[in-house]
């Protein structure tokens, strides 16, 4: 199966603070997700990029997948964005596996 | 409307104890899936059903058993459960290929087994 790998495990950042964070993937994937998953369990779907970049708000992201990597950038950080950060690589069929990453432990501090 | 529904939100059972644990979503996705996580860890795959069709087990112990009546609903049925079984249970759905495969998840059933 597919190996993932993200990084930083662990952030701690002052509110409005810029950060990245970064997923590696071992294999060719074409279907690619990040997630928010808050203090109460709720994943949020931030972003479906299998390659290129995407914008919402204050959160971008870009596959490179070529390279067998993701990123996600969080500019002017929030409370609010507190949580853990997943990549779900996988491949683009309907019932496909998405597997997790370890994730990224956020946390923002006012 | 792009939401997945679970019941309920929290449950507490015997280990002799027969319970179920049911998604919903009518988003029209075909793909729905089961997935377990403990504290501080991701989400583990257990099953994925694609057109009502089980696709993927991922050698799932027994005690646990989906069942997928139609497109819309998926349920997890549980019986003599281990406490170790005690989790967060999260169901997802994922449109069809080349459609929507953006996935969405249910905000999950804490299962404590006592």
């Known amino acids: 199966g597919i190996q993932v790998e993200q990084s930083p495990p662990d952030l701690i950042l002052q509110e409005g603070a810029n950060s990245t964070l970064r997923c590696n993937f071992s294999d060719s994937v074409n279907n690619l997700q990040w997630f928010h998953q808050n203090p109460w369990g709720q994943l949020i779907n931030l972003f479906y990029i299998p390659s290129g970049t995407k914008q919402n708000g204050r959160l971008s992201a870009t596959t490179v997948a070529t390279e067998r990597y993701s990123l996600l950038y969080i500019s002017s950080s929030q409370t609010t964005d507190s949580g853990v950060y997943f990549c779900a690589p996988g491949p683009e069929t309907s019932g496909s596996r998405l597997t997790f990453g370890e994730g990224t432990q956020l946390t923002v501090n006012p | 409307d792009t939401e997945v529904t679970q019941t309920p939100k929290h449950l507490v059972m015997g280990m002799t104890n027969k319970k179920s644990l049911k998604c919903e979503q009518h988003m029209g996705h075909r793909a729905m899936y089961w997935y377990k996580q403990k504290a501080k860890k991701p989400p583990e795959l257990m099953f994925v059903?694609?057109?009502?069709?089980?696709?993927i087990n991922e050698s799932v112990p027994s005690r646990f058993s989906p069942e997928c009546p139609n497109s819309s609903l998926l349920n997890l049925h549980l019986h003599a459960l281990q406490p170790e079984d005690s989790a967060l249970y999260l169901c997802?759905?994922?449109?069809?290929?080349?459609?929507?495969?953006?996935?969405?998840f249910g905000q999950g059933t804490r299962l404590t087994v006592v």
């Open positions: 059903y694609s057109y009502e069709k089980l696709s």
């Open positions: 997802a759905s994922k449109g069809p290929q080349g459609v929507l495969v953006k996935a969405f």
